[in-house]
């Protein structure tokens, strides 16, 4: 039997529906907060419309989706500067966390920013569908929202159609990372990476590679005796 939450080997899955993502607020903005999301966040908006204007100098472009509290997205910008990242969450907190990162209190409207940083605050779907193919060198999923009842398996990132979306503007040899700490997300990452052929086989690993950054979720899973699978998956 499928452990519970899982679809049952064989059956099909659902078509994602318009919205994969659950709440986008948490508590109350606080002041400073809300001034990142009205003054520092515009500056770093992606458009969707032409998704990479001003990275043409960058060596390659990397894509996360979901950042969460933006530490996997501040350390990877550090760790490459001659890459752009693409940052998408819709977790308004979240993303306040990541600016309150950037600049300095009262710097909200002018302090400098990374030229290799883009946000986008919606759907990264969207993003992936206005990007040109093969423009993406790699790409991260760590640590997503499992939507651990079976009926909500369509909103996992990983479906297959949602896989067909990442692999065409993955170019050969990219790399897509996953990390998740749920035993049901980590057999649903198993079962449908096992149907598709983007990407090559790879089992996952028990232990986060040293090249890959840590993060807050992962820490917390951990902490709580929860195991987190690894997978390093190269777009064929």
């Not at 679809?7 to 529906?17: D, L, Q, S």
């Not at 969460?68 to 907190?93: K, Q, R, S, W």
């Not at 306040?96 to 710097?107: I, T």
Request: hydrophobic residues 45%; aromatic residues 8%.
């Amino acid at each position: 039997m499928p452990p519970s939450g899982a679809e049952p080997p064989g059956r099909a899955v659902k078509a994602p529906p318009a919205r994969l993502y659950g709440r986008q607020h948490g508590h109350a903005l606080r002041p400073r907060q809300a001034r990142l999301i009205a003054e520092t966040l515009p500056r770093l908006r992606l458009d969707p419309a032409a998704p990479l204007t001003g990275l043409a100098g960058f060596a390659s472009v990397a894509l996360e989706i979901g950042f969460g509290g933006g530490e996997h997205a501040l350390a990877e910008i550090a760790a490459h500067p001659e890459t752009a990242l693409i940052a998408c969450e819709v977790y308004a907190n979240g993303i306040a966390s990541l600016l309150g990162r950037l600049v300095p209190e009262g710097g909200e409207a002018s302090a400098p920013l990374p030229a290799n940083l883009r946000l986008w605050d919606n759907d990264a779907r969207t993003v992936l569908r206005a990007l040109p193919e093969a423009s993406l060198a790699r790409a991260f999923l760590l640590f997503p929202d499992p939507w651990p009842k079976a009926r909500h398996a369509k909103r996992r990132f990983v479906h297959p159609e949602n896989l067909s979306l990442l692999a065409r503007v993955l170019r050969p040899g990219g790399e897509w990372r996953i990390a998740t700490d749920d035993p049901t997300y980590q057999t649903w990452v198993g079962e449908v990476l096992a149907a598709q052929r983007h990407f090559a086989p790879s089992a996952p690993m028990a232990e986060r590679p040293p090249n890959w950054a840590p993060t807050r979720y992962e820490a917390k899973a951990i902490a709580a005796g929860r195991r987190p699978l690894y997978w390093s998956l190269r777009r064929v």
